[in-house]
């Protein structure tokens, strides 16, 4: 499991005194933790479980997400130090997450779900996009799929 991943990878680092890595190993597990109590809550209104794999990879995803917008940010505002700092998080954020579907595989599977759903206009991105993250969720850029999928509807 993902999680224990990363309390693994937070040991190791303590004890090898890598400081940056054990402090954004420490905030994964942290705002994993953040999620399984929010979760809790859901749950006891009526949630549905969700798998704990999917759960920190969407943590994850999302921490990912903020530091390439940080990223971003510093640089077009001449702030480079800050920068490399938030690609050295990032670096380490992305150890734990699956691997990315390529632009070509994710067009392949687009191509897939529009035959099996029989998408063929712009109203039906939703539907795709919908069918796109149910298979390859965790695995899929969200951003790059909806360029394609408008592409390939269009």
């Known amino acids: 499991m993902i999680r224990d991943d990363i309390k693994a990878a937070t040991i190791t680092a303590m004890k090898a005194k890598e400081k940056e890595r054990t ?70 954020i992305e150890e734990f997450l699956p691997q990315m579907m390529s632009e070509d595989e994710t067009k392949a599977a687009i191509e897939a779900i529009k035959a099996e759903t029989g998408a063929s206009s712009m109203k039906d991105m939703g539907q795709v996009m919908g069918a796109l993250k149910a298979k390859h969720g965790a695995a899929l850029d969200g951003k790059l799929a909806s360029g394609l999928v408008k592409a390939a509807l269009s």
Do not use: F, P
């Open 23 to 92: 402090a954004t190993l420490r905030q994964m597990s942290a705002k994993i933790k953040d999620r399984d109590i929010e979760e809790r809550s859901n749950k006891s209104s009526g949630g549905k479980d969700i798998d704990d794999d999917a759960l920190v990879t969407s943590v994850l995803q999302k921490m990912a997400k903020q530091r390439r917008e940080s990223i971003e940010m510093y640089e077009s505002g001449g702030r480079q130090e800050l920068a490399d700092k938030e690609t050295a998080e990032l670096a380490v």
